[in-house]
């Protein structure tokens, strides 16, 4: 960096300050995270000349490039690579304003425009603060078992980026901490929560559930300082859908494959709230009093023997650890009526499709005999009546008679 550039910044700098008759204020543009705003840049005095003689720069006031432009063509900084856009026609007419793209936390700074005759011939021509604005804190609602990330955003401390900090807290449980001591996760959250390294250079200190356990509603706190400046964010579970039905009669024992790690059984009655720990896992078994002489734990695999109607609902086996589902059922308990009405229809089924059989092979043998088939005796009756009419002597009119 040229000795010209460096007077030229701390020169604006005590212009600023030492202005007292009229107070120099900065443009201000405002930005919403992710969006694209446009830095303006009156560079009039400039326009019409020949693209050759067109160049001025872009840069931060702790002088971090942004983009030069000189001749026709430009260069961005590594920091806004692929996110920095000019319009030529503009620039031709003496309008160098920028427009930023896609909008990072780590964006929000003082932007200044020169206009540069040469290295170390520089006039300026305004400056610009941006304001990142950050959206606000929401609910989030996911199902148990899916995977979530919470958002949270906060500035970078420029001079000194691998001094990272950030800090998330659950209900003033630790997940996970990043700082000069390295990275420390909580007893719940370890190998399942995460923030990402490169985005956090960028303000973005968003933490990533890979899955989420039973235990994991509730508010989280981000701090992306040491002054606990903090951003809440609230997650919320929906019901965990896959469930593997089971349907068992009454008085049969069912059994849940449990893994060797320690677990616990989770019962709701109709898969509805609240929810009632049955048994949990470790050296040994240990479940709640009412169950305590009906549960068989043998081989990994926990059985509860007698089933009765109130044993109906879902049942969850999550890791005792941070509550992640391992395996969830759904038990539903058929009754012994039920069971007969069931047997008694698959009886007469076959007994009526024999039936029916007999009677088309009746059929067809018949038509094949050429005999035909008749269900009534109408049609004798009729004839036998005509046959009478036939014998029957005759009679004159009366007309006849009476003359």
């Known amino acids: 960096m040229g000795i010209g550039v460096i007077l030229f910044n701390i020169a604006s700098l005590l212009v600023i300050i030492s202005t007292s008759s009229e107070v120099y204020s900065p443009s201000v543009v405002e930005g919403s995270l992710g969006d694209s705003v446009t830095l303006p840049c009156d560079g009039s005095a400039y326009s019409g000349l020949p693209d050759v003689q067109l160049d001025f720069l872009w840069?931060?006031?702790?002088?971090?490039?942004?983009?030069?432009?000189?001749?026709?063509?430009?260069?961005?900084?590594?920091?806004?690579s692929n996110r920095v856009k000019f319009d030529t026609e503009k620039i031709r007419r003496g309008d160098f304003s920028i427009t930023i793209n896609s909008v990072e936390s780590s964006d929000q700074d003082t932007y200044?425009?020169?206009?540069?005759?040469?290295?170390?011939?520089?006039k300026f021509l305004s400056d610009v603060v941006l304001h990142v604005l950050k959206p606000h804190p929401k609910s989030f609602s996911v199902a148990v078992n899916d995977s979530v990330t919470l958002p949270c955003y906060g500035g970078v401390n420029k001079y000194e980026p691998d001094k990272l900090f950030v800090q998330w807290e659950r209900g003033g449980d630790l997940v996970l901490k990043i700082s000069s001591e390295g990275l420390t996760y909580g007893p719940k959250?370890?190998?399942?929560a995460s923030v990402?390294?490169?985005?956090?250079?960028?303000?973005?200190?968003?933490?990533?559930?890979?899955?989420?356990?039973?235990?994991?509603?509730?508010v989280y706190q981000c701090s992306t300082d040491q002054k606990h400046n903090v951003t809440s964010v609230l997650l919320e579970l929906k019901d965990y859908g896959h469930f593997q039905s089971v349907n068992l009669r009454l008085g049969k024992p069912f059994s849940l494959s449990l893994p060797e790690e320690p677990m616990n059984v989770i019962f709701s009655k109709?898969?509805?709230?609240?929810?009632?720990?049955?048994?949990s896992t470790d050296t040994e078994l240990r479940c709640e009093?009412?169950?305590?002489?009906?549960?068989?734990?043998?081989?990994n695999t926990l059985t509860v023997l007698n089933v009765t109607s109130d044993d109906v609902g879902t049942y969850s086996v999550i890791f005792s650890e941070n509550c992640v589902i391992s395996r969830a059922y759904s038990l539903n308990v058929i009754h012994s009526n039920t069971a007969?009405?069931?047997?008694?229809?698959?009886?007469?089924?076959?007994?009526?499709l024999v039936i029916a059989v007999l009677c088309i092979v009746y059929i067809?043998?018949?038509?094949?005999?050429?005999?035909?088939?008749?269900?009534?005796?109408?049609?004798t009756k009729i004839n036998q009546n005509e046959n009478a009419l036939r014998t029957a002597p005759h009679r004159p009119p009366l007309d006849n008679i009476r003359s």
């Not at 250079?201 to 559930?209: I, V």
């Not at 007969?340 to 009526?352: A, C, D, G, Q, W």
Request: one cysteine or more; a positive charge.
């Open 59 to 80: 840069q931060t006031f702790d002088w971090k490039k942004v983009a030069h432009y000189s001749q026709g063509d430009y260069i961005v900084g590594s920091d806004f």
């Open 112 to 122: 200044v425009c020169v206009w540069r005759k040469g290295r170390n011939d520089q």
């Open 189 to 192: 959250y370890e190998g399942r």
């Open 196 to 218: 990402h390294f490169k985005r956090i250079r960028k303000g973005d200190f968003s933490l990533s559930l890979s899955v989420t356990g039973l235990c994991d509603s509730g």
């Open 270 to 279: 109709g898969g509805t709230f609240p929810e009632v720990s049955l048994c």
């Open 289 to 299: 009093p009412k169950y305590k002489n009906r549960m068989e734990w043998k081989s």
């Open 340 to 352: 007969t009405t069931s047997n008694r229809k698959y009886f007469v089924f076959p007994i009526l």
């Open 364 to 379: 067809a043998w018949r038509v094949w005999r050429y005999e035909p088939i008749c269900f009534c005796r109408f049609p």
